[in-house]
């Protein structure tokens, strides 16, 4: 069965009832288990407790007959069956997203290391000789590694190995550059991965289906375990994941006829919303629905909004099929349309009132927008403390702006983002700390030192004098070792000139003094140690002391595993969780099911991309413009497209092509080649395919609002964004609905 389900449905409810029956209905074997698989960890708890709630109810033991998995915790188990079956160690490791992320940057930078001039034919040819150096030092290494981390994730979604890819490489009839490095990277990387003993989470996915492809009695145990399988969020499905699923319920091939009994697949193609540049794809759901062998059946009603926002957010799917000016871009977003629950029905829809929707066409800058928002929501809460509110961003950097502001006003709010402020101010305190005593001869650091210790200064106008005045003789200090280490008739505070007169300056330096030599003596000790000792003199709130001793614990394993590494490359992990690069693991509901009704009162802010899932009685939409949601059109910007690159290449999709156009998976052509590579036209598609994956975006933040529901757009940092062409549309039709 294929069910599409519009937002607030109760999908997982449906399905957790589901498994619930399954589980007391007596079909079960002691040995069986409905298996229950979903996208994220948090997901994973949600459902095992809806799950357990129903068994309760039945008066059964919460915690038998079914388990719930992601699809890599599904992978594991199945490899762990038998690792030898696919060439790994019972004792096999895995290494996670950012350790992987780490052995996939070192390779990148090696490749570029030893072959600094194959990528210059992509350099923008108007680069004078100081940018250029800039790009190659600053922005270069990044790029190639997202160029080649895509390119590994789809050879590995292909089942390819790195010696498999070569073969193809040498048989193509075209330089392909970007697969080549694509390819010389993913062997390294790989090699990398092989001497620890290691996979990553795409090979644990590829190995889980060869291992069911090549052991038929493993197989069969398994669909014996597993006689039921439900699947959840089938729209952000891979061709792996479906594959997968389909042998264990039974099926030869998922794409034809004879697909195995009990089998369900649950999820909305107009919520998917990771696809671009992943493997995922809402058209396997889609294909699937359409199947002669599989029973479609739809979930349209929905309670969580009133019947303005489920007007506004049907009429962009309409609008999408029948008016959107790019042809290819029509089928984003397609039927089911969203229907309010019959009366009767234990999820009521809320009161309707039109008034509680504003598609505010007003031009504002960014930080005009975000001050019109934070007014809004303070009057707002005046009235409300009992209800929930979301501030809804299409990027980190644009929630981080917004957090700055709500804490400026004093306004509680939570943060949904890459990680939190805590977390940021925490990990940017201790990596400028740790910076200077890698460098401790460093008056610029050392001025930056100062700085963090006497952070609470800039709450006062007059300490924050004396800060700036301080910080900046620090910063000319000619040697640092006569203010920390003087000899007689060599101490820096004797010479100390300041632009103002301030008591007590001499004491507050001398103590600065002091401390700065008690850390220098402190770096004997083991990274996560040093950062205990640090913590304990800049900190003083138990929030920011609990994210240094989970940064110390996260630093101190890195250093296990890499014991060549000394403080520069141990800062340089801190600063890449202060600058959110990566994501890093703290506390609070990062990691848990988020539950917005614990947090009434507190503005919630959030990426549209974490908000999925989640609802909120009040939504704020923010930053709609041409360059969060392009249309396609030929003077939408797209974040991929560097501006250091010719021709607004997208070097991400170029790589992608050049790989297809060696390996070509069923897309031969008559002569039984696949077709040849064509600079450009992958850059044109990934526009379409990135212009669809933000409508079903704009939808997805649309349908969040329950009550009221407040869309905004700023002109952008250069002062020339337009409103995206879907918020003209909405404006367009709110004016004459209203």
Not at 24 to 44: C, W
Not at 135 to 143: F, I, M, T
Not at 267 to 293: C, M, V, W
Not at 582 to 603: A, N, Q
């Amino acid at each position: 069965m294929g069910v599409s389900a519009v937002p607030g449905s109760g999908k997982t409810v449906t399905l957790s009832a589901l498994a619930a029956k399954l589980v007391t209905g007596r079909s079960l074997e002691a040995d069986q288990e409905v298996l229950v698989v979903t996208l994220v960890n948090s997901a994973v708890d949600n459902f095992a407790a809806q799950v357990a709630n129903f068994l309760t109810e039945r008066g059964l033991l919460p915690h038998l007959g079914y388990r719930v998995r992601t699809l890599h915790g599904l992978a594991h188990d199945i490899v762990r069956e038998r690792p030898g079956l696919v060439g790994l160690s019972d004792d096999f490791q895995i290494v996670d997203e950012r350790e992987a992320g780490r052995i996939l940057q070192t390779a990148a930078e090696a490749w570029l290391n030893g072959h600094p001039d194959l990528l210059n034919d992509f350099l923008a040819p108007d680069l004078d000789e100081r940018r250029e150096q800039w790009v190659r030092r600053d922005h270069w290494p990044e790029l190639v590694g997202t160029i080649a981390s895509s390119l590994i994730r789809q050879a590995k979604d292909w089942q390819l190995s790195p010696v498999e890819l070569r073969d193809h490489l040498d048989e193509a009839p075209q330089a392909l550059p970007l697969a080549e490095m694509g390819w010389a990277i993913y062997a390294d990387y790989q090699r990398a991965l092989a001497y620890r003993g290691a996979v990553d989470f795409d090979d644990l996915i590829r190995l889980a289906l060869e291992a069911v492809q090549l052991d038929d009695e493993l197989l069969e145990r398994l669909r014996h375990k597993w006689p039921y399988v439900l699947e959840d969020e089938a729209q952000d499905s891979s061709r792996l994941q479906q594959e997968i699923l389909a042998l264990l319920a039974g099926s030869s091939s998922p794409a034809g006829p004879g697909a195995g009994e009990n089998w369900v697949r649950v999820g909305d193609p107009n919520q998917a919303i990771y696809e671009t540049f992943t493997t995922a794809s809402p058209e396997h759901l889609r294909e699937f629905l359409k199947r002669p062998d599989v029973e479609g059946r739809e979930l349209p009603n929905s309670g969580r909004s009133t019947q303005s926002i489920i007007d506004l957010a049907n009429y962009l799917i309409e609008w999408t099929e029948r008016k959107h000016p790019i042809e290819a871009v029509r089928d984003a977003l397609t039927p089911p349309y969203i229907e309010p629950t019959p009366p009767g029905d234990p999820q009521p829809n809320p009161p309707d009132d039109s008034g509680q929707v504003h598609v505010v066409g007003k031009k504002f800058t960014p930080r005009e927008e975000i001050r019109a928002v934070a007014d809004s929501v303070a009057r707002w809460l005046a009235d409300h403390e009992e209800q929930t509110v979301a501030v809804l961003v299409p990027r980190n950097r644009r929630g981080f702006q917004v957090a700055n502001e709500l804490k400026r006003r004093e306004i509680e709010y939570v943060e949904l983002l890459r990680s939190t402020r805590t977390t940021r101010e925490t990990a940017g305190a201790l990596g400028n700390v740790i910076n200077y005593l890698s460098d401790p001869v460093s008056p610029t650091k050392l001025a930056r030192v100062y700085r963090v210790w006497r952070r609470d200064d800039r709450e006062d106008s007059e300490a924050e004098e004396r800060l700036n005045a301080v910080a900046e003789a620090l910063r000319r200090c000619d040697r640092v070792e006569d203010l920390l280490w003087p000899r007689l008739g060599r101490d820096w505070m004797d010479t100390i000139r300041l632009s103002g007169e301030f008591l007590g300056v001499r004491e507050h330096l001398d103590a600065f003094r002091g401390l700065v030599r008690r850390w220098q003596e402190a770096t004997l000790l083991p990274i996560d140690q040093l950062i205990l000792t640090l913590a304990q003199d800049l900190f003083d709130a138990p929030a920011d002391l609990a994210i240094a001793h989970k940064l110390a614990v996260v630093l101190g394993r890195v250093a296990e595993r890499h014991p060549d590494w000394r403080l520069p490359e141990l800062t340089e992990e801190l600063a890449v969780i202060a600058r959110n690069e990566r994501r890093f693991l703290g506390l609070g509901d990062e990691d848990t099911r988020f539950d917005p009704e614990r947090h009434r009162g507190k503005v919630v802010v959030a990426t549209v991309h974490k908000a999925k899932g989640l609802e909120w009685d009040r939504v704020y939409l923010m930053s709609v413009n041409n360059y969060n949601f392009p249309a396609g059109l030929p003077h939408d910007r797209y974040i991929s497209e560097k501006w250091f690159v010719r021709d607004s290449l997208n070097l991400q999709a170029e790589g992608l092509a050049q790989l297809k156009a060696a390996v070509g998976p069923g897309e031969e052509t008559p002569q039984g080649r696949p077709p040849r590579y064509e600079e450009g036209a992958a850059t044109q598609r990934a526009r379409l395919d990135y212009a669809s994956e933000r409508m079903r975006l704009l939808y997805v933040g649309i349908t969040r609002a329950k009550r009221d529901l407040i869309i905004t757009w700023n002109s952008g940092r250069q002062g020339n964004q337009q409103p995206a062409v879907p918020f003209i549309a909405l404006e367009t039709f709110w004016e004459q609905h209203k």
